[in-house]
């Protein structure tokens, strides 16, 4: 051994000393002893492409299946992930078994659509690879390349009979996984072979709503030009309009309400969209997309005082999270005309005034800027008096009283416009 830890005959190998590894070989030094992770030199010769050494340690008896020590790979498994299609195919004449598969289930195969390769997996193919194999996580090498995007492999494998719906873990397809990464050509593909655009994994998640979930703007199009279902829901009843809204994706939006998306679908908790858009504006720094997906849903006949399965409306919900643990990452000028927005659309700007133990929507909202004064720089008309004065007429005696005597009585900014307001009201 070298003092590095690795074989005389591996230090030949990896510095393509073909000399110095013919004179080992014919000297009998041992032809398996291979570095720190047992790793063969014939292991190592493939990896690196090195032909002329490779067929050395073959002609001297190296074992062409050895696997290493720590992962179980083979030196044709090492020629796959490294792309050498010349020394896959030198170890395939000498007896490689393309098969077999290392400690987690992953063959040959697997690894040259992991890397991207079309060649090598034709090479593999032709010499009896099994298309249809998979790892210990229940991946075949169609769902392997379709989640590296590597179009020449995807349609190696369609052509030579790969099955395009077989569900991996978790149950997603090929499909499902370039929706996911966007990548357009590949779904493309699958499509075109067959592929079950509306295949759900195991939570009840469409390929149309992982595009959705990752604002990939071209995949949703796409997806929902080849009849990919709006009305899907997944085992919690979410919609991918659901999904749009609750990420504030205005583009998403705008593509599922053409397609037919209906705003008022229920999930099971009993949300719509737009509740799922209010409830999360409190941690999501979204700038203005909010209001036009507000706008999109409030404009296609969405309720906007429709209740949940809690009870709550959308504005009930709009800064109850906020409220409570006085969040401060999102744009609060986007909280107040998203309120803006939902009250002019015919939202109750009144409810729960009754209700002592529950503060209102425009109570939540001024107690939120009263925390946060310094937020509104430059926006006068969304301090804490400006709010009072443009909602005059809205609020109703009994809601003035209780801004009265629970927000003035704490000291708030807003007392002087309160009393405007009560004069306003015929108080």
């Known amino acids: 051994m070298s003092t590095g830890g690795e074989s005389l005959l591996c230090v030949a190998v990896e510095t393509g ?57 083979t030196p044709l498994m090492a020629a796959a992930r ?19 598969a290392d400690f987690s289930g992953k063959t040959a195969l697997i690894f040259a659509t992991d890397f991207g390769d079309g060649e090598c997996v034709r090479t593999l193919i032709e010499c009896g690879a099994d298309v249809n194999v998979a790892d210990d996580d229940s991946r075949t090498p169609l769902i ?57 994994t195991d939570y009840g998640w469409t390929a149309l709503m992982y595009a959705v979930w990752n604002g990939l703007d071209s995949a949703v199009n796409f997806l929902l030009e080849h009849s990919a279902r709006v009305d899907m829901t997944d085992r919690f009843g979410v919609t991918a309009l659901h999904l749009a809204a609750q990420k504030a994706r205005s583009r998403c939006v705008r593509s599922l309400l053409k397609y037919g998306a209906d705003g008022n679908a229920e999930a099971k908790d009993g949300m719509t969209a737009l509740h799922k858009l209010a409830l999360k504006e409190w941690c999501f720094s979204r700038a203005w997309e909010s209001l036009v997906v507000a706008q999109l849903l409030i404009s296609h006949g969405v309720a906007v005082d429709r209740r949940d399965g809690h009870g709550n409306t959308a504005l009930d919900l709009l800064l109850t999270l906020k409220q409570s643990f006085q969040m401060s990452d999102g744009p609060n000028q986007c909280l107040v005309d998203l309120f803006e927005l939902l009250v002019r659309g015919g939202s109750d700007v009144n409810r729960h005034v009754n209700d002592i133990e529950k503060p209102t929507a425009f109570m939540k909202l001024l107690n939120v800027l009263e925390y946060e004064k310094e937020v509104h720089l430059g926006r006068v008309e969304y301090d804490i008096e400006g709010l009072l004065v443009i909602n005059i007429g809205r609020v109703n005696k009994a809601h003035i009283v209780r801004l009265l005597f629970e927000y003035s009585a704490n000291g708030g900014d807003g007392f002087d416009s309160l009393s405007l307001l009560e004069e306003d009201n015929g108080n």
Not at 83 to 100: F, K, T, W, Y
């Open 17 to 73: 000393n073909e000399a110095e590894v013919e004179r080992l070989l014919q000297r009998g030094y041992p032809i398996e002893e291979g570095g720190v992770p047992g790793r063969t030199p014939a292991f190592l010769a493939a990896a690196d492409g090195n032909l002329a050494c490779l067929r050395l340690l073959i002609k001297y008896g190296a074992n062409v299946d050895a696997g290493d020590q720590w992962w179980g790979r």
């Open 82 to 100: 490294t792309r050498q299609n010349s020394c896959m195919r030198l170890l395939i004449e000498h007896g490689a078994d393309v098969n077999i």
């Open 144 to 200: 392997h390349a379709a989640a590296k995007g590597c179009d020449a492999c995807v349609r190696v494998l369609l052509q030579h009979g790969a099955d395009v719906n077989v569900k991996g873990d978790a149950g997603w397809t090929a499909l499902i996984k370039a929706a996911e990464k966007g990548l357009g050509s590949c779904a493309r593909l699958l499509i075109e072979h067959g592929a079950d655009v509306n295949a759900t």
